[in-house]
Structure formats: C-alpha cells, structure tokens
C-alpha cells in the first residue's frame, strides 16, 4: 500500500480500520530512519482498539504503511 500527496511536506493523516481483527507493526521488522525534520506519530484507539492511527509527512507514513500487519479472524 502507498499513498500519493502532492505536497510532501505537509502532514498528513492516516487511519487504518479493521472491520475484524485488529492491525498493528509487526515488531520485529519495522525499521523507520526518520531525518531530522520527519516525525511520526502514531495512535491506536477506536471501537476495541482496531483503529491505527498515523501522522506525518507522506513520506513517512508509506514507510510505516510498508509494516502494517493484520491479524484476522
């Protein structure tokens, strides 16, 4: 998944909802390298705690976006 934004320095905001499940980073492979000025931030929360929430610069968030797991049932 990748998302395009024309202005790659402005921050942006992403949710990701399970319908069933949940989604979370898999720990053992997220790596981010932010520079300096790029910072993430990120919340769960919603109903049950399925929703993740992403903040950043658009750069940023597809990095992270490379390390969404989701655990179905």
Same mark, same amino acid.
């Given at each position: 998944?990748?998302?395009?934004?024309?202005?790659?320095?402005?921050?942006?905001?992403?949710?990701?909802?399970?319908?069933?499940?949940?989604?979370?980073?898999?720990? #053992?492979?997220?790596? %981010? +390298?932010? =520079?300096?000025?790029?910072?993430?931030?990120?919340?769960?929360?919603?109903?049950?705690?399925?929703?993740?929430?992403?903040?950043?610069?658009?750069?940023? #968030?597809?990095?992270? %976006? +490379?390390? =969404?797991?989701?655990?179905?049932?």
């Amino acid at each position: 998944m990748k998302m395009v934004y024309s202005d790659t320095t402005e921050n942006i905001s992403v949710t990701v909802t399970a319908q069933s499940g949940s989604v979370f980073f898999d720990p #053992v492979r997220i790596k %981010l +390298q932010q =520079l300096s000025d790029d910072v993430l931030s990120i919340r769960s929360g919603g109903r049950g705690g399925k929703d993740l929430m992403l903040q950043g610069t658009i750069e940023v #968030v597809n990095d992270a %976006l +490379q390390f =969404l797991v989701y655990s179905g049932y």
